[in-house]
């Protein structure tokens, strides 16, 4: 397996190779990953994700898979990296994690089969597709500000190529402390299916990124929470939670809400029986300050 990296190396855009603790441009040059300023992996004319896919979100929304994969597009403007802040905008409460493992296209692609579909994928990262549900009235199924609000599609550290996504191991923790642990097995459609899928009708292009699925437990977090998320082989994509700056403007559209869709939705489905609670201060341990 290689991974190589994009990150801010004397203030221009730079691949790197990962060797160990270091990352090595192709000139010699060399950085701690520890200190490094990680840019996305790749840089999407589109990102796509599908809605349902682990055998333990469905049973945890008390629902049934659809016959086959439905999904939803996240603009490229929502695009995150490894370190960097998501932002829960001010007067919003409701901001969930996904803990998800990427696609990344590496040849253009239509119409093409399962079984042809891996040609066309250049590797994998790791993502985490963040959800604003307070505007899940407001999209109306769309999930366009949901799920595509400036920040809420990190995806990193790195592209990993040569890797077997069968029976991998996923987690998300939130402060430490472990929040959503699953296997690839347990997915109803793998990745090349998910691929051959999608470009029946839309083309895929280089770098392209496919959000393939979360498992249980996707929950709210609050401005301070420390996110990770760990899979088998890829590393670990850690991203600090954040308020923003100024508060949603009130002289148009519609605002964020607090219905029981939105509740049940951000806490699981079972909201009725837990009780509306604030969000992450009554689900995991006291906030981490700092980012490593």
Not at 109 to 129: F, K, L, M, W
């Amino acid at each position: 397996m290689t991974e190589t990296r994009r990150i801010l190396l004397d203030g221009v855009a730079t691949e790197v190779v990962r060797r160990g603790e270091s990352l090595v441009a192709a000139d010699g040059r060399e950085v701690d990953a520890r200190s490094a300023t990680h840019l996305p992996p790749t840089v999407p004319s589109k990102i796509i994700a599908v809605h349902l896919n682990y055998a333990s979100r469905t049973e945890e929304f008390m629902t049934r898979l659809p016959a086959a994969p439905t999904y939803f597009q996240k603009p490229v403007t929502a695009l995150n990296s490894h370190g960097g802040s998501v932002v829960r905008p001010l007067g919003c409460k409701w901001l969930n994690f996904e803990g998800e493992i990427v696609i990344v296209i590496g040849r253009t692609c239509r119409n093409v089969s399962p079984e042809q579909a891996g040609d066309h994928i250049a590797g994998y990262t790791i993502g985490n597709d963040f959800g604003l549900h307070d505007f899940r009235d407001t999209d109306a199924g769309s999930m366009l500000r949901v799920k595509g609000s400036d920040t809420l599609a990190p995806v990193g550290p790195g592209l990993v190529t040569d890797w077997d996504f069968r029976g991998k191991q996923i987690r998300t923790l939130v402060n430490g402390a472990v929040a959503q642990d699953d296997n690839t097995a347990n997915m109803e459609w793998d990745m090349n299916y998910l691929v051959a899928d999608i470009a029946r009708t839309i083309t895929l292009s280089p770098g392209d990124l496919l959000f393939s699925g979360t498992p249980a437990h996707s929950r709210p977090v609050e401005p301070g929470d420390i996110v990770e998320v760990e899979v088998e082989g890829l590393g670990s994509l850690r991203n600090v939670i954040v308020e923003g700056p100024t508060p949603i403007r009130t002289d148009v559209g519609a605002q964020p809400s607090e219905s029981e869709e939105v509740v049940s939705t951000a806490l699981g489905g079972d909201w009725e029986f837990r009780g509306i609670r604030t969000p992450s201060k009554d689900l995991y341990p006291s906030t981490v300050k700092d980012l490593p």
